[in-house]
């Protein structure tokens, strides 16, 4: 089993960058699929970003402004936000996804998640 810690979250005016950290235990994210989903207060959870052994992808609303990246040594993926909006506002959560299978975008495809990070960004 996987256990993932998100951090990196706060408070941030519109403009403004913050970096994201997924940090796992029990098992290492080298081979794994790992997304950050964000949930709005009133909205589903929305995918926002994953890397996997393929490539890099992201959410329309986010490309060209986060940047998803990984360091094995540390176990860890990392999400940097640039150019925040007020509408990025959301907890923040990353996921593990054990299968071989291509990148997933919904939330129940993956099998691990943390416990979710917040981002405030104000106006």
């Known amino acids: 089993q996987v256990q993932l810690v998100e951090s990196g979250g706060g408070l941030v005016q519109a403009g403004g960058s913050l970096r994201l950290s997924c940090v796992a235990s029990?098992?290492?994210?080298?081979?794994?699929?790992v997304g950050w989903f964000r949930q709005a207060p009133g909205k589903d959870r929305e995918f926002v970003a994953a890397i996997s052994w393929t490539g890099r992808y992201y959410t329309d609303s986010v490309k060209g402004r986060f940047t998803i990246s990984r360091n094995n040594a540390k176990n860890t993926v990392y999400l940097e936000m640039n150019s925040l909006k007020p509408d990025d506002t959301a907890v923040y959560f990353c996921a593990a996804d054990t299968d071989t299978g291509g990148v997933q975008t919904t939330d129940v495809a993956y099998d691990y998640w943390g416990q979710g990070t917040q981002v405030t960004v104000s106006s």
């Open positions: 029990g098992r290492t994210l080298s081979s794994y699929t």
